[in-house]
């Protein structure tokens, strides 16, 4: 006989935001790739860039963004440049926002 081990996780699974992504089109991290966040499908993610001003922005965010504005500011779908930016994510469950910045590597 087997011994049978049965674990159980209580609340929310932990997320893991990553510090940068390389969108260069190598199949090797090119999206900005949260672990975990499909746990939370009302969430709301936001990025600026260095001088505070909405580049992208997804509610129910799934792990797509490639690199790429989705806001006004920029016209079309445009390829952001290399450089340091700034996320917003809310889970939208009561949590704390998280934050902090995410690097783009071309």
């Given amino acids: 006989d087997a011994d049978t081990v049965v674990i159980r996780i209580l609340g929310y699974p932990a997320l893991f935001i990553p510090e940068g992504f390389s969108p260069d089109g190598n199949g090797i991290h090119d999206r900005f790739d949260i672990i975990g966040i499909d ?11 260095r001088w505070g001003s909405l580049v992208f922005e997804s509610e129910g965010y799934h792990n797509e963004w490639n690199g790429y504005s989705n806001s006004n500011l920029l016209k079309g779908d445009t390829k952001l440049p290399e450089g340091t930016y700034y996320y917003i994510l809310d889970l939208r469950n009561g949590s704390a926002l ?5 690097y783009i590597s071309r």
């Fill in 39 to 49: 746990a939370y499908p009302s969430n709301l993610l936001k990025v600026y860039n």
């Fill in 98 to 102: 998280y934050s902090g910045p995410v």
